[in-house]
């Protein structure tokens, strides 16, 4: 199980290395001066050089990206162009906004995908199931932004239960901040919860039919309690990988909710830096959404791993 | 769950479910579009950065007002020697920045001088260009003294670019603002709002308001809805005009439309074929309906120009009548130029929507007259480089927003995009540039506007309206926007 989880770790070291040249070339090649953009079409020739100057914008590709990587290695990601203040305090920000909205929405997710798909693999073809297939493609096909803008309309202009949008941040109280992110979580964990009521189904499904199931059952054993002993618990090794790939979507994804909210959120924070041409943090914000997919499916992996006695096969 | 754990899911709904306590009648919420991105007008050009801190944080020499008239700010009142070439200022008494420091006349010297200097990063720096000297004989007197005439120099002191700056706080200003405006700052949430709040140590009259939140809400659907719910007080530039009609029809609010300093034009790139003949740019601007051009692209919302003037100036000159919606004609005048069947041009167009929706619309009134467009959309970021400084284009929508900036048409071929040279237009503006009296310098503007109209430099096509949408109590904002500002300090809440 070492050697699995020792060769997993290292795939993941190069697709971080891969992911930060990748993301540097691409900006390289991107057209835009970000010293225009800011000092706006007013500014003289001589402005725009010394500004480009102060943001070290003069130096060689190779030098920019080691100095990159190596003040990312020691915490330090750089100063924003436009904001002037360290990414890493603009990531921390938004991260505080983004992380817990993730949570929220693969909680609120997984809470109506776990009932709905296990009813549906219980009623499987009958109307149970049709039910939950239906909503489930309703799920699918219907934009979060468009869940988002209704969760507006009703909740927030006609019954006025909650705001139309903003976040108050932390300080003003959680209170608050939490009520800012049930809206948007609902939009998203709408999606979501489609997506992995349909992968619950057929996880279920497919070990329901599996021997040890029948043999249980043909024991004596109630269909309750096969559910809860046996058919549950593998059926969720699947539905955890899906689970954590749906948390590094959440993170990189949730940018149109978090527009249609306007929550200042990781997405907002790349989408506004793009158009601004704040290079440095766009490269940091890509490369950590990068690393937080990774991440998190490496852990999905220790968790296989742990959870899954059965020997590995190679890769 | 177990019967507790009910009640605690039960509890934390209801309170994240009770009602939001009432705004306090003293402080106001303004929603903007697009969020500055930093706080120091002297070293960043967005206009955003204006919005929040012009007359509220920050103040000049001079203030323009809601009119675009010239008034006193720091500078309570000053004399102009006979020659135009030395500015003598009396500074306000008993003014402090916000972290304490006296005003006195070295800030004004030190934030002119850092303005100018050849290192500066000061998006206006020719405003500053004219400058030889500034001497402080007094605590309270500032001397100014030009290498030439300048007849703008006032109205210039008055913008943003032009704020004092205190020599202690200057290298922060950017996140951590002080100036010596009736409001101070508080807090800044990246991506969210700013938070201003009034000082008591303000030494001119205090404004009505305690509070000021600038709220930035970059989704045309999120803006209406948070202006609806009353999360925001107002918005003085509402990106949705689809739906002031909603707000209009609802006593809670108040629609204000207004004027601008932007004139949204077609630039045509006259380093090119066929734009260099000027009754191709003629049979361009005959072959658009403005009128239509306002009613598809901006919802009505605009005025018709003729040349590159505001409509609200004084020396406006109107000659929108110079070359009307004829199709026939302009047909007529292309092939008088050798272009009987038209000819294929690529049009760039910026975000906004005047430039989207506008290109479309004007796509389709060219074509009437053989003229095929293509349409090409581009980002900020790419159409400064491509057609702002690569000249890379044959025809390009966009609004020059800086007031009174008819100059630009003088600065030569190869110096700016329109690729437009007369030098009687050039000398129209030398002398505009020298002179101070108001007579003068209004027949001087309306000779320049007609030189341009003649030319058809570029396709004038309308000036941007402001529609704002506002509590109808929240009273003594400003109507028009003769600059890119927020002005609060005249703002109040009426009961």
């Known amino acids: 199980m070492l050697a699995f989880l020792a060769r997993r770790f290292v795939t993941l070291l190069l697709t971080l290395v891969a992911a930060s040249i990748v993301v540097f070339t691409v900006l390289e090649v991107l057209p835009g001066d970000p010293a225009l953009l800011m000092l706006g079409t007013e500014a003289r020739e001589d402005t725009l050089a010394a500004l480009r100057s102060q943001m070290g914008l003069d130096r060689p590709a190779p030098v920019r990206y080691l100095d990159w990587v190596g003040g990312a290695l020691t915490g330090d990601l750089g100063t924003s162009y436009t904001y002037k203040l360290p990414v890493a305090q603009l990531i921390g920000d938004r991260l505080a906004v983004t992380a817990p909205l993730a949570l929220l929405a693969l909680a609120l997710s997984t809470l109506l995908a776990l009932p709905l798909g296990m009813l549906a693999a219980i009623k499987h073809n009958r109307v149970g199931d049709w039910g939950v297939m239906g909503f489930s493609q309703l799920g699918l096909a219907v934009p979060n932004f468009w869940v988002g803008i209704m969760l507006i309309w009703l909740f927030a202009l006609q019954l006025g239960w909650f705001g139309a949008g903003g976040f108050p941040g932390w300080g003003a109280g959680w209170g608050g901040a939490l009520r800012a992110l049930v809206l948007p979580a609902t939009a998203l964990a709408l999606t979501e919860a489609a997506i992995l009521a349909r992968v619950v189904r057929s996880a279920m499904l497919e070990t329901m039919r599996e021997d040890y199931v029948r043999t249980a059952r043909a024991k004596g054993l109630s269909k309750g309690a096969v559910l809860r002993r046996h058919v549950l618990r593998n059926a969720l090794i699947p539905v955890a990988t899906i689970i954590g790939l749906q948390f590094g979507f959440l993170m990189a994804g949730a940018v149109v909710v978090e527009n249609v909210f306007t929550l200042p959120g990781l997405g907002r924070l790349a989408f506004q830096a793009i158009a601004q041409r704040d290079l440095i943090v766009v490269k940091d914000v890509v490369v950590l959404l990068a690393a937080i997919v990774v991440v998190v499916n490496f852990l999905v992996d220790v968790v296989y791993a742990v959870i899954d006695p059965r020997p590995k096969q190679a890769g | ?495």
């Open chain 2, 1 to 495: 769950m177990g019967m507790r754990g009910m009640l605690a899911a039960a509890a934390l709904a209801v309170g994240l479910i009770a009602t939001p306590a009432l705004a306090a009648k003293d402080q106001a919420v303004i929603g903007m579009v697009l969020e500055p991105p930093n706080l120091d007008p002297t070293t960043g050009a967005a206009a955003a950065i204006a919005e929040v801190v012009y007359a509220n944080l920050f103040e000049g020499l001079t203030r323009i007002d809601g009119q675009g008239q010239v008034q006193p700010g720091l500078a309570t009142s000053w004399t102009v020697s006979d020659d135009g070439l030395t500015y003598t200022f009396t500074l306000r008494h008993g003014a402090t920045f916000h972290d304490g420091t006296k005003f006195e006349s070295d800030a004004v010297k030190f934030s002119l001088d850092r303005a100018r200097a050849p290192d500066s990063t000061n998006p206006q720096k020719a405003f500053f260009e004219p400058i030889k000297t500034v001497d402080t004989p007094a605590a309270d007197q500032v001397v100014v003294t030009l290498s030439h005439p300048d007849g703008m120099f006032l109205f210039n002191l008055g913008q943003a670019a032009a704020v004092i700056v205190s020599s202690v706080s200057a290298p922060t200003d950017s996140t951590k603002p002080v100036g010596t405006g009736p409001f101070k700052f508080t807090e800044w949430v990246p991506g969210d709002h700013v938070t201003l709040d009034r000082t008591d140590a303000y030494a001119g009259p205090a404004p009505k308001l305690n509070k000021l939140i600038f709220r930035f809400v970059a989704d045309p659907a999120a803006a209406s809805a948070a202006v609806m719910s009353g999360d925001i007080d107002a918005f003085p530039n509402m990106p949705a005009p689809e739906t002031l009609d909603q707000f209009k029809a609802d006593p809670r609010f108040v629609v204000e439309i207004g004027t601008t300093a932007g004139k949204t034009v077609m630039a045509v790139n006259q380093r090119r074929k066929p734009f260099d003949d000027v009754r191709v740019r003629r049979a361009l601007a005959m072959a658009i309906d403005r009128k239509a051009l306002i009613d598809g692209a901006m919802f009505g919302y605009g005025t018709p120009i003729g040349s590159h003037f505001a409509p609200y100036e004084a020396a406006y000159k109107d000659l929108t009548g110079a070359y009307p919606y004829d199709p026939a004609k302009a047909k007529a005048l292309l092939a008088e130029a050798g272009y009987p069947d038209g000819f294929k041009a690529t049009l760039k167009l910026p975000p906004p929507g005047y430039a989207r929706r506008g290109g479309e619309i004007i796509q389709a009134q060219l074509a009437e007259i053989g003229v095929q467009v293509e349409l090409i959309p581009v980002e900020w970021a790419q159409w400064l480089e491509q057609v702002f400084k690569g000249y890379d284009y044959d025809m390009t929508i966009v609004s020059h927003t800086e007031a009174l900036d008819i100059g630009i048409y003088a600065r030569g071929k190869d110096k700016y995009y329109f690729g437009y040279d007369n030098p009687a237009f050039d000398q129209v503006i030398q002398q505009l540039n020298s002179a101070v009296d108001p007579e003068q310098r209004k027949a001087l503007y309306q000779q320049a506007q007609q030189i341009l109209s003649d030319d058809e430099a570029a396709v004038f096509l309308f000036q941007l309206a402001k529609t704002g949408v506002r509590n109808a109590k929240l009273m003594g904002m400003w109507q028009n926007s003769p600059i890119a500002a927020n002005d609060m300090t005249g703002a109040y809440w009426a009961e």
